[in-house]
């Protein structure tokens, strides 16, 4: 089926400014804001020498818990507005994967406008304090930041669709983000040892993972990366595993954004 681009746009602008003009995503725009300045400055002052590692690490760990949260917590609350909302929409000359689309862009903008204003603050920091030399490593940074808001928010569009409750959906956004960010690492960690090289299949199950591995290995940070990290560079080589690393990212953005789009055609509403 062909896709419309105009009523997907119309949708996607409309949802856009849904999204800014709500409380609790404004909310967390200021935080993220303020937080990710406040995290590069402090990271300048605790390194002590000059490098952009520690600054680094600390922006990495920042977005690993904050990131995954926005896009889950939007999505849930976007994709499961209400019945009246989605049977409006739907009576209008588009089809449902236009809607589903529209609604997807204009969410994913609006959190990639809101990563954006938190690293042009936190870039000029680094960039006042330690000049340019790591800038390939800093945009780097931004756009896995955003690759990994984009994968999280298909992933709530794809629990929402299937849940249809807004309660349902927000639960289990909250259990989905302690899984992949907290208690993920956690396994892997007890599994180094069991399983060995098979460890590295367990890296691309967790999109959060993914993300931590690729910066540090192109920051040159092997003691940083974790068990399966350490193991993929070590079996495939830096460069080759940051290249699959990617992939395995984008494949993490599309199919649960394909998933949800196929059940939604197929769901009533």
Known sequence: MNTDMKPVYVIARREFLDAVRNRWFFFFAILFIILDSTVSYSGIISGGDNTFLKPAVSLLNLVLILVPLIALITGANSFTGARESWELLLIQPISRKEAMLGKYIGLGVAI??????????????????????????????????????????????????????????????FMLWFWFVIIYDFVLVGLTLAIGELIVALLFLNPADIVRTTL??????????????????????????????????????FLPLLAAIFIFERKDI
């Open 112 to 173: 990639t406008a809101t990563i954006l204003l938190g690293f042009i603050s936190s870039g000029l920091i680094l960039v006042l304090n330690i000049g340019y030399q790591e800038i390939s490593h800093f945009l780097l940074l931004v756009l896995l930041s955003i690759l990994l808001s984009l994968v999280f928010l298909s992933i709530a569009s794809l629990t929402s669709i299937i849940l249809g409750e807004k309660a349902k959906s927000i639960g289990i956004s």
């Open 216 to 253: 540090l290995t192109s920051l040159g940070s092997a003691a940083l990366v974790g068990p399966a990290g350490a193991v993929l560079n070590k079996t495939l080589g830096s460069l080759t595993g940051m290249i699959i690393s990617l992939i395995a990212l984008v494949a993490w953005l």
